[in-house]
């Protein structure tokens, strides 16, 4: 029988670590086992893994001792955080400093940590293009997770820093899908201007965390930007259009706008759509679609997932 190594996936029942979860299970000669992290290891989700031959153990971030059992023995991790559970990016840094204790002790090859840019680098808190939230951030569901990346390099720990896209499943799953308008046409609203956004297909994710694994020293240390396909308003506009077969328009709407929407995290979200939109170049330059499908030779471009997606897109 070959040897396996262990890795230990946190998030396994959700979008980025199911991703990789069954990235690896598919794979009949992986080197890799799968140990899927969950709080409920009875759930539908996490038996669905369970059943693909995964090992399931439960952990949750807020407790440190689970977490050390969930690595004990596993030669490699997937961390990622949940800011949308709880909206805190305190609670995301304690969590991260959770795991950064565990991962000193459990000895690890590779880690890959699921962060994104700490955006005050590129607006200071003091600067009032975008409003201060929480007291202390710019975009409160990136700047944590930027922040925290020396953090794991200050632990020496052996981390390649993936910063993942903005998701097309947020058309189906975050309301961000076509609104119908009075005038009988659909709207997606963002307030990104012409600049194109940087997209990926979440379950793509997983599958160029697995290439990197398969990399793996070359990329320790490295920070890694992942991308689906970098699409305008209208460009997106034009291809819900076509695979939904109704008229899609994109409304430019302003940040404030978007900011007062209304819905929780809509300030967030609107900083974030600014930052992408005024920082465009910094933001998508770290994002190469070339090295993205070397690492994923399945990556999707936006019509591939419309294609096999549009049909889960809410629309009323
Ligand atoms: N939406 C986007 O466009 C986008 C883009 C880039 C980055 N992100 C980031 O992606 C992160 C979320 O990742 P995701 O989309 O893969 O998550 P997800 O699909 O929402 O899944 C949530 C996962 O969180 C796990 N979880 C929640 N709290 C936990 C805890 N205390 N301990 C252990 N596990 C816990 C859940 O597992 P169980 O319920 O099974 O325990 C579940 O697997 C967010 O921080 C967000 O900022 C999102």
């Known amino acids: 029988m070959k040897t396996t190594k262990t890795i230990a996936i946190f998030g396994a029942t959700g979008a980025q670590g199911g991703g990789l979860a069954r990235a690896i299970l598919a794979d009949p000669s992986s080197e890799y086992t799968v140990r899927a992290v969950t709080r409920n290891a009875n759930s539908e989700k996490a038996k669905a893994l369970s059943g693909l031959g995964a090992e399931i153990?439960?952990?949750?971030?807020?407790?440190?001792?689970?977490?050390?059992?969930?690595?004990?023995?596993?030669a490699a991790a997937y961390f990622v955080t949940f800011f949308w559970e709880h909206f805190s990016p305190e609670k995301e840094l304690e969590q991260i400093k959770h795991f950064i204790q565990?991962?000193?002790?459990?000895?690890?090859?590779?880690?890959?940590w699921s962060t994104l840019e700490d955006t005050r680098n590129w607006i200071p808190l003091d600067d009032d293009r975008m409003p201060t939230l929480q007291e202390k951030y710019k975009v409160p569901h990136f700047d944590a997770k930027g922040?925290?990346?020396?953090?794991?390099?200050?632990?020496?720990?052996?981390?390649?820093?993936?910063?993942?896209?903005?998701?097309?499943?947020?058309?189906?799953?975050?309301?961000?899908?076509?609104?119908?308008?009075?005038?009988?046409n659909y709207y997606i609203a963002f307030p990104m201007d012409d600049k194109p956004l940087a997209g990926i297909a979440a379950e793509d994710i997983g599958k160029c965390a697995y290439g990197i694994f398969k990399k793996g020293k070359a990329l320790i240390g490295k920070t890694v930007g992942i991308v689906g396909e970098k699409l305008s308003g209208n460009d997106m506009a034009a291809k819900l259009s076509k695979?939904?077969?109704?008229?899609?328009?994109?409304?430019?709407?302003?940040?404030?706008?978007?900011?007062?929407?209304?819905?929780?995290?809509?300030?967030?979200?609107?900083?974030?759509?600014?930052?992408?939109?005024?920082?465009?170049?910094?933001?998508?330059?770290?994002?190469?679609?070339?090295?993205?499908l070397e690492l994923n030779p399945q990556l999707q471009d936006f019509d591939t997932w419309l294609s096999m997606n549009a049909s889960r897109i809410p629309i009323d």
């Open 57 to 74: 153990i439960e952990a949750d971030l807020n407790n440190p001792d689970s977490i050390k059992k969930a690595l004990n023995g596993a």
């Open 102 to 112: 565990c991962a000193k002790e459990a000895n690890l090859e590779h880690i890959i």
């Open 147 to 184: 922040a925290a990346d020396k953090l794991f390099v200050e632990a020496g720990l052996p981390v390649t820093f993936l910063r993942t896209s903005f998701y097309w499943d947020n058309f189906i799953y975050f309301g961000m899908g076509p609104q119908k308008g009075d005038d009988g």
């Open 243 to 292: 695979a939904l077969n109704i008229q899609v328009i994109y409304n430019n709407v302003s940040p404030e706008t978007y900011r007062s929407f209304g819905f929780p995290g809509a300030d967030d979200l609107g900083n974030m759509f600014q930052f992408k939109r005024d920082f465009n170049n910094d933001f998508n330059k770290v994002r190469d679609e070339k090295f993205s």
